[in-house]
């Protein structure tokens, strides 16, 4: 199963996927922190159409996270194009798609969560 772990850096979750046998690559616009011959150092819109059967993806929480809400007011385009960001990953088309965030306008701009994990 190719596996797509988007905006991670650090090849934790790649490589955890890997040592259970998928086929898994990285993707972010930073290099790998582990010089990963498995992580794609670009855009990860430009290979959402590559054929990935699951899609885990952590997009910025910069400006969506509500632990900033006291600062929406002056970064609307940015919030805006954070969202845009977001649904586009949301609507890849891969079979299976998981979205990493912490509590953030996605849920009242996008959609609610479909499940919640509190460490």
Known sequence: MRVLIGCEF???????FRTKGFEAYSCDILPAEDASP???????????N????LGIFHPPC????VSGARWFKDKRQEQAEALEFVRTLLEAPIPHIALENPV?????????????YQP
């Open 62 to 65: 910069t400006h969506l996270a």
């Open 104 to 116: 953030s306008i996605i849920s009242s701009r996008i959609r609610k969560p479909d499940c919640t």
């Open 10 to 16: 650090s090849g934790s979750v790649r490589e955890a």
């Open 38 to 48: 498995f992580h794609i150092e670009g855009d990860v819109l430009d290979v959402l």
């Open 50 to 53: 590559d054929g990935w059967a």
